[in-house]
């Protein structure tokens, strides 16, 4: 099991940008590590995802090409790059980590039941 901890959420306009970071206790028993979101009434979904062992990355189609996932092994964190956001993309935005799974597709990368460690939550607002 680890611990994260997310930061750098925030209130933007539509158009601007904003970066999520994820402190992780032990980056080097990750496999996976992931971003989702939740907003009020919806089902929390995967926004990307990266698999710690290459460094190969998933995305959400709504995203694709605004979000970028990245992660810092020395500093043992995670970030998502928020670029040209939406009002669509407020919402709770989560870390999640899972250190067991030896493969994923990119379906089962973005599904929050394949991971079992979770941060807090860090909330993104986007006014239009």
């Known amino acids: 099991q680890v611990q994260l901890l997310e930061s750098g959420g925030g209130a933007v306009e539509a158009g601007g940008s904003l970066k999520l970071s994820c402190v992780v206790s032990?980056?080097?028993?990750?496999?996976?590590m992931a971003w989702f979101r939740q907003a009020p009434g919806k089902e929390r979904e995967g926004v990307a995802a990266i698999y710690t062992v290459s460094d190969v990355t998933y995305y959400a189609d709504s995203v694709k090409g605004r979000f970028s996932i990245s992660r810092d092994k020395d500093k043992r964190t995670l970030y998502l790059q928020m670029n040209t956001l939406k009002p669509e993309d407020t919402a709770m935005y989560y870390c999640?980590?899972?250190?067991?799974?030896?493969?994923?597709?990119?379906?089962?990368?973005?599904?929050?039941?394949?991971?079992?460690?979770w941060g807090q939550g860090t909330q993104v607002t986007v006014s239009s």
């Open positions: 032990r980056m080097t028993d990750t496999r996976y």
């Open positions: 999640a980590a899972d250190t067991k799974t030896p493969i994923m597709t990119r379906i089962q990368a973005l599904r929050p039941l394949a991971y079992t460690d």
